[in-house]
């Protein structure tokens, strides 16, 4: 397949190149006030080039599949926020590494589901302050791991978490 993409668009390609495996991808915003000529509007996906390769290159199409991969540790949560809304960035994330879905619970709660704010940022308006914090991921693939009990009732915010398992 590679070697028929060579043939069609020579310019794109370097002969016996290496494979690139991307780590983290950034998404951007999109602006559905610019419906054409937008890389960021959805179903449009791409991937930011360093400075020196987009100078170089520029815009060029690329061909790519997710693939699993292993995260030493385990997945960790970072909460922001203030007393009444609770943010939460969910990273180190193993296996396909697409986090789909987030749920949180206090000592005082049943589970909450959590909003996409940002990324893989999670926030909920709810006051969990003072209440110990466990944690429900669910990946692209379905794969679900919970997290009980993983901040204790005197968690702050700016503090970080790491639980003891990964996909």
């Not at 790519?64 to 292993?70: A, E, L, P, T």
């Not at 005082?108 to 944690?135: A, Y």
């Not at 429900?136 to 901040?151: C, E, G, S, Y």
Request: aromatic share 14%; glycine share 8%.
């Amino acid at each position: 397949m590679l070697q028929d993409q060579m043939r069609e668009h020579p310019q794109w390609c370097i002969p016996d190149a290496d494979t690139i495996t991307v780590t983290a991808t950034n998404f951007c915003p999109a602006n559905y006030s610019k419906p054409t000529g937008n890389w960021c509007n959805p179903p449009l996906q791409h991937f930011d080039l360093s400075m020196p390769m987009f100078v170089k290159a520029g815009i060029v199409p690329v061909q790519y599949r997710r693939v699993g991969f292993y995260r030493r540790g385990g997945v960790k949560f970072e909460i922001k926020g203030n007393p009444y809304w609770v943010l939460v960035l969910v990273f180190n994330v193993g296996g396909v590494g697409d986090v789909s879905n987030v749920k949180i619970k206090g000592s005082n709660t049943r589970w909450i589901q959590m909003s996409r704010n940002w990324e893989q940022n999670w926030d909920v308006g709810v006051v969990l302050v003072r209440q110990r914090l466990s944690f429900q991921v669910t990946t692209r693939d379905r794969k679900m791991i919970q997290f009980h009990n993983l901040a204790p009732a005197h968690w702050l915010f700016a503090q970080t978490f790491e639980g003891k398992s990964n996909f």
